[in-house]
């Protein structure tokens, strides 16, 4: 079967396009991440909460206090990244929501207790976290996503304390343009039929 | 800037692609399918994981089993979709991770607790079912993603009582061609600026 999506842009987003673990110096500019947000930002959420917040690692300093929360090799990788993002989840979506679902304002209130909003923070900003990885690519550099990290010790270091924190980090994602022999022989997939199963 | 991705896919993916409410009657083929797995398959997970499970509920009677455990009007148009597919996280993925990541097959020993496993599972069938979503339009689909469900009685009912459980549905999901009106008008995205800090 054909799909409708042309074999370029399956090579780009899926077939040829691989996870990074080394980039060149080339730096990834405000102007590219914005292409990315302008394009993923369409992609669906439930009740259009969008509770994904992007926090893009500039500064010396700030990539310094990154880093240290990093487990193992992925310090040595988040270090030499030319951007590093924090991907986050936002447990505060749900005061946008009158704006962001207008024709059900009142949907705010099912998301009064903090429990039930930090599910769905997490679950909506972790679909916008797999979009955002697609439109890296589409904007044709390489993601390296990163989750050996210490979540707490992140949290702390970006949002500060526990009592007064509103947002969780997710994800850390390097980016920028792969560099030769970025990655390793692609690892084996699923079948069909250990995937998907018929009732 | 111009993103690598060219302009159709970009419409076909992200900017003219909607949440459909209402199909056609045509069928959604298994070919059709296998040839979305065939594509997504490629998209990320953390060390290989591929938890997300694809059950397509194609009988009668599991149709009206399904039905059951949705909530509110998201009954009738379950009820009323070509095909409805639900998009569920395995619990028990570590077992295939010597398979899935060779050249360390002791990572299965990280995910000995059902907790750890759980919270893995969720977090990475997630960002599959975003690949999923993307990989139904680029097979010329539309994707109606649901999560108004009662999710312990769909787990029960598919997956059997909670010991002996190893997969937890995230999300179902209504799958066609969009009827004419599929849509209401397209809600509103958050700015840059709301979504993206820099530090």
Chains 1, 2 share one sequence.
Do not use: C
């Not at 054909?2 to 780009?12: F, S």
């Not at 987003?13 to 990315?36: K, M």
């Not at 909003?117 to 390489?142: D, H, P």
């Not at 996503?145 to 994800?171: H, K, M, S, Y």
């Amino acid at each position: 079967m054909r799909l409708a999506l042309d074999p370029a842009a399956q090579d780009l987003l899926f077939r040829e396009a691989r996870t990074a673990n080394t980039f060149t110096s080339e730096p990834v500019t405000d102007e590219q991440i914005r292409a990315v947000h302008d394009l993923v930002k369409y992609a669906p959420t439930s009740m259009n909460q969008q509770p994904l917040r992007i926090v893009l690692v500039r500064s010396a300093e700030a990539r310094e206090r990154l880093v240290r929360h990093m487990v193992g090799n992925n310090a040595a990788k988040v270090s030499a990244a030319p951007l590093v993002a924090l991907l986050a989840a936002d447990y505060e979506f749900h005061e946008k929501l009158p704006r962001l679902f207008p024709h059900r304002p009142e949907v705010r209130e099912l998301f009064a207790d903090r429990a039930v909003r930090e599910e769905s923070a997490r679950f909506n900003a972790t679909l916008q976290i797999a979009y955002f990885i697609l439109g890296v690519r589409a904007a044709g550099l390489a993601a390296g996503p990163i989750v050996g990290f210490d979540t707490e010790g992140l949290d702390r270091e970006f949002f500060g304390a526990r009592e007064q924190r509103t947002a969780t980090v997710l994800t850390v994602v390097n980016l920028g343009k792969p560099a030769e022999n970025a990655w390793s022989a692609r690892l084996p997939r699923l079948d069909f039929h250990e995937v998907v199963t018929t009732v």
